[in-house]
């Protein structure tokens, strides 16, 4: 059985839960997430499946070490996917932010992630509706989806569960297809 790959980058640990609770609620079919600050290039290829996750730091940015103090993220690992060939790859993709203290910026990494993703040929999957958030402005906004799924494990964490449940089993046809 091929195994969904689970990567994810976090400051608080907020992504890294959410990124345990998605592999328990998978089963067998995930891998035991990955922080992406600590795993290679071949390590992420090794997969035709991922679920990729990541907070936005302050005004948009991923988080990495130029930011704050924050471990090795999304932001060094990216650069190595240049030229990567991720054709026949599926990826989903959930963000945390916080609508709140962020409003202008609200899970801007889901977008940062898809764009490095769809130019080295990865299809990405798992769009998710914007209705119940509030926020002003996103980068990872288009017409009236999030181009995955956002959390606010803030001022919504009664909602997380149930949000990666739902986001879960759309996502899950494209991403073990026949199983």
Not at 39 to 57: E, K, N
Not at 122 to 131: M, N
Not at 154 to 176: D, F, H, K, M, Y
Request: hydrophobic letters at 45%.
């Amino acid at each position: 059985m091929t195994k969904i790959g689970i990567f994810f980058g976090t400051e608080s640990g907020r992504t890294h839960l959410v990124a345990k609770y998605i592999a328990k609620s998978l089963g067998d079919a995930a891998s035991t997430p990955i922080d992406i600050g600590r795993a290679t290039l071949a390590d992420f290829l090794a997969y035709d499946a991922l679920i990729l996750g990541s907070p936005t730091h302050g005004g948009g940015q991923l988080p990495d070490r130029s930011v704050a103090a924050c471990p090795p993220s999304w932001q060094a690992f990216l650069p190595q996917l240049a030229g990567a060939d991720l054709s026949g790859k599926v990826a989903a993709i959930y963000g945390v932010g916080d609508q709140k203290q962020y409003p202008g910026a609200f899970v801007d990494a889901i977008a940062v992630i898809q764009s490095t993703l769809l130019a080295s040929g990865a299809r990405v999957v798992g769009r998710w509706p914007t209705t119940g958030y509030d926020f002003a402005a996103s980068r990872a906004v288009a017409g009236e989806h999030f181009l995955g799924l956002a959390l606010d494990q803030i001022n919504q964490p009664g909602l997380t569960g149930q949000r990666v449940e739902s986001w879960l089993a759309q996502v899950r046809p494209a991403l073990l297809p026949g199983v």
